[in-house]
Nanobody
Framework: QVQLVESGGGFVQPGESLRLSCAASASGFGRVSMGWYRQFPGTERELVAMITDETITTYADSVKGRFTISGDSAKNTVYLQMNSLKPDDTAVYYC????????WGLGTQVIVSG
């Protein structure tokens, strides 16, 4: 398990964009899956996007075509470019690394409101 530090959350209006970043504080755990989850109030955390081997990506249906995940294994960093944001995207976003055990960031708030 490694410490993950997220950045890039904030308050935007519908239709605007944000870019989330997440960096691991350590290295040496090899190439792992990296991803983003989000949590709405009163619900469980849900997958937003995942990237494996820097090329294989998975997206939640609700964000396909709007969000793009990318990763840099050499820098132990994962990004989430979020375009055309909607109020329904308002949530706390958590970074995830598939280490053993899994590593989680503390979360970054995204608020989309007009």
């Amino acid at each position: 398990q490694v410490q993950l530090v997220e950045s890039g959350g904030g308050f935007v209006q519908p239709g605007e964009s944000l870019r989330l970043s997440c960096a691991a504080s350590a290295s040496g755990f090899g190439r792992v899956s990296m991803g983003w989850y989000r949590q709405f109030p009163g619900t469980e955390r849900e997958l937003v996007a995942m990237i494996t081997d820097e090329t294989i990506t998975t997206y939640a249906d609700s964000v396909k075509g709007r969000f793009t995940i990318s990763g840099d294994s050499a820098k132990n960093t994962v990004y989430l470019q979020m375009n055309s944001l909607k109020p329904d995207d308002t949530a706390v976003y958590y970074c995830y690394f598939g280490t053993i055990p899994p590593s989680w960031g503390l979360g970054t708030q995204v608020i989309v409101s007009g």
